[in-house]
């Protein structure tokens, strides 16, 4: 296996470890619990699925794991609406809660397509990463490793109407992201 590649699919585990787990520590502990549990498993993996896919299934399952078993504390202050989080909802909708005319969703040519392609993967990450940082754990949390929302609420000491309004929010800002830096806008 070419080592380059395991040094970049290592820094991409550790890089959405710490995403999720706000802990180096903890961060590099998933990561290498993942790659220790792939060595010792490798016979079973059948090839069905990439191997970079495969490992983030089983780092998946660590991390939640680890969310499961870990209880934060989170500041009052983390809790509520911050300034910029106003400003996205002022800018993409009028009052009455009707899109504003150039913020209307664009349509897009073919998102199934896009799925499947690489520059639109590398697209969707850096807009995640530009996310608020409480937005993408909740975000990550919920699409990719997969939580249920009782787990997710418990895991980030937050209710379920805070969660839904959260992931509203990412969702929104993913949206626009991509929608300016990947799928054309009709005029």
């Known amino acids: 296996m070419d080592g380059e590649f395991l040094q970049q699919l290592r820094q991409q585990m550790y890089r959405f470890s710490l995403l999720q787990l706000d802990d180096p520590q903890l961060a590099e502990d998933a990561v290498q619990e993942a790659l220790l549990g792939a060595l010792r498993n490798a016979r079973t993996?059948?090839?069905?699925?990439?191997?970079k896919t495969w490992v983030f299934a089983i780092?998946?399952?660590?991390?939640?794991?680890?969310?499961?078993?870990?209880?934060?504390?989170?500041?009052?202050?983390?809790?509520?609406?911050?300034?910029?989080?106003?400003?996205?909802?002022?800018?993409?909708?009028?009052?009455?809660?009707?899109?504003?005319?150039?913020?209307?969703?664009?349509?897009?040519?073919?998102?199934?397509?896009?799925?499947?392609?690489?520059?639109?993967?590398?697209?969707?990450?850096?807009?995640?990463?530009?996310?608020?940082?409480?937005?993408?754990?909740?975000?990550?949390?919920?699409?990719?490793?997969e939580l249920e929302s009782h787990e997710i609420c418990a895991a980030a000491e937050i209710s379920v109407t805070n969660l839904n309004v959260i992931l509203h929010?990412?969702?929104?800002?993913?949206r626009e992201c991509l929608e300016n830096n990947w799928f054309i806008r009709e005029g």
């Open 169 to 174: 929010r990412a969702r929104l800002r993913l």
């Open 59 to 145: 780092l998946k399952n660590k991390i939640a794991d680890t969310l499961r078993q870990r209880h934060r504390f989170v500041d009052a202050d983390q809790l509520l609406r911050s300034d910029a989080e106003e400003d996205i909802v002022d800018t993409l909708f009028k009052e009455s809660g009707h899109w504003h005319r150039q913020e209307r969703p664009a349509h897009w040519e073919n998102p199934e397509s896009a799925i499947r392609d690489k520059h639109f993967w590398r697209i969707f990450e850096a807009c995640l990463e530009h996310l608020p940082a409480r937005q993408a754990k909740v975000f990550m949390m919920r699409e990719f490793i």
């Open 45 to 51: 993996f059948g090839g069905r699925a990439a191997l």
